[in-house]
């Protein structure tokens, strides 16, 4: 289902906050062992608050996209879910974000 996609300022942070966000993913996976297995905890706690933040304001422009748009819950609910697994916030920046 092709959706028509207006350009905003507000579609344009959400692109990269949803880049950001899945970066912010992966180093939490990356700082993780550091904490557990090295006893390093200081680069998980910098990591993990800088993915916090990005996360609530992902779930926040999201909205504030999918109303904009006038999109649908259903769009919302996909980009929530994308925000919960790795890598998945990479796909929706493609496939939902970009103008076709």
Do not use: C, D
């Not at 207006?6 to 904490?35: D, H």
Request: net charge positive; glycine share 4%.
């Amino acid at each position: 289902m092709e959706t028509t996609i207006k350009e905003t300022k507000t579609l344009k942070s959400f692109r990269w906050i949803a880049i950001l966000e899945g970066i912010s993913y992966i180093a939490f996976f990356i700082t993780m062992p550091l904490k557990y297995f090295m006893e390093t905890p200081m680069p998980n706690k910098i990591v993990g608050m800088a993915h916090g933040i990005l996360f609530i304001v992902y779930v926040i422009l999201a909205l504030v996209v999918v109303i904009q748009q006038k999109w649908g819950v259903k769009r919302f609910i996909i980009f929530f879910a994308a925000s919960l697994v790795p890598f998945a916030t990479f796909y929706i920046e493609k496939k939902y974000l970009r103008a076709h």
